[in-house]
């Protein structure tokens, strides 16, 4: 990636064709390393700040005193001063796939009654001791 950037320093048309934020998000994995941005995500420049969206806050503690360093890194990377700050922001988690449910399979099963409930005990002691004590609770 440093061998592209050198050659988009060394380019007055490509400045024309990538700006500052496509740069930034394009050099990122080779400014932080495979782990940090596995871990990142949406990266954008606001006015001179690059804005990144974490996973929680204990990689924005984790990453805010790295700044510097990473700054350093892309400017190398990108040639480009443009960027003074990097703003770490915890990322809205997102939802995870999940399964439908079939209509059939949940009307399939009839609802369990308490009496239902003593028989899947399997010891016969505990099964008693649950009913005497359910009789009980309920009076």
Excluded at 103 to 121: F, G, H, M, Q, V
Aim: net charge positive; hydrophobic share 40%.
């Amino acid at each position: 990636m440093e061998s592209a950037a050198r050659v988009m320093r060394s380019k007055k048309i490509s400045r024309d064709l990538m700006s500052d934020e496509d740069m930034a998000r394009a050099v990122w994995p080779a400014a932080v390393g495979k782990g940090i941005a596995a871990h990142t995500s949406r990266v954008r420049v606001v006015r001179t700040t690059l804005v990144v969206e974490v996973e929680d806050a204990i990689w924005q503690k984790q990453l805010r005193p790295l700044t510097p360093a990473i700054l350093d890194r892309l400017r190398k990377l990108t040639g480009s001063d443009e960027i003074k700050d990097i703003e770490f922001r915890i990322a809205i988690p997102r939802r995870q796939p999940q399964r439908t449910g079939s209509r059939e399979s949940s009307e399939a099963e009839p609802a369990i009654s308490a009496e239902d409930d003593a028989e899947r005990i399997q010891d016969p002691v505990l099964k008693k001791v649950y009913r005497v004590s359910r009789r009980k609770a309920t009076g």
